[in-house]
């Protein structure tokens, strides 16, 4: 079945530093989604990419949608605190298709 | 507007017994998934309704089932319950046939423990 492969399973970056994450897949996707997950809380959607060589920004978030459709790409800068938590890569590969998701990676910020 | 609402947060149950879970869609979203979180395994899929029909399944066991009601609300059902079904399972919805196909939005989730 599909799968999208995150690593490492963790991250740890200093308060201030950008951090980069990726996602692949032997499957090609045409919607990615990245999430965020809090301790305690359902993942929240950071940004959503429809488009190979997309690239979409919000505030510190970059992602980009592979041109070979097979891998996405997370770039959070200056990062703070609150950027703790687990991060989830995930996608779809039709309009009727289930979301499928990376097994995430938790990222600690050393202040 | 209100977000994906589930229902309970938090149940004990021991090994044996059934639990249902409820969850109340983002108001319009006629499209319901639900997932099982574990700390080994991610977010595994179990199922997604749209419309009362169940349109994909994941790699369940039968004793996992769910259904969508004529509002869109969902609820999933374990029966038999067994150590390894402790986990959050989330519930998230998302509009249908549209761009924005691909965006789940995900209730707190309720956490099963079961003894």
């Known amino acids: 079945g599909q799968q999208l492969n995150q690593s490492p399973q963790s991250m740890f970056i200093q308060e201030g530093e950008d951090v980069s994450m990726n996602c692949t897949s032997s499957?090609?996707?045409?919607?990615w989604l990245w999430y965020k997950q809090d301790p305690g809380e359902g993942p929240v959607l950071l940004i959503a990419l429809y488009k190979a060589g997309e690239l979409t920004s919000k505030g510190r978030l970059t992602a980009e949608f592979g041109i070979t459709r097979k891998d996405s790409f997370l770039n959070i800068s200056a990062s703070i605190p609150s950027d703790v938590g687990i991060y989830f890569c995930?996608?779809?590969?039709?309009?009727?298709?289930?979301?499928?998701f990376g097994k995430g990676i938790t990222l600690s910020v050393r202040p | 507007k209100a977000g994906v609402t589930q229902t309970p947060r938090y149940l004990i149950k021991t090994r044996g017994q059934q639990v249902t879970l409820s969850c109340s869609p983002i108001?319009?979203?006629?499209?319901v998934s639900w997932y099982q979180q574990t700390p080994g395994q991610g977010l595994q899929f179990l199922f997604e309704y749209f419309s009362e029909t169940q349109r994909n399944k994941g790699n369940f066991p039968g004793r996992f089932s769910g259904r969508q009601f004529s509002n869109s609300r969902s609820e999933m059902n374990v029966s038999t319950l067994e150590l390894g079904d402790s986990a959050l399972y989330l519930c998230a919805s998302s509009l249908a046939y549209s761009r924005g196909t691909g965006e789940l939005f995900f209730g707190e989730g309720s956490r099963l423990t079961v003894l």
């Open positions: 995930a996608g779809r590969s039709g309009a009727n298709s289930k979301l499928t």
């Open positions: 499957s090609i996707f045409n919607t």
């Open positions: 108001s319009g979203h006629r499209s």
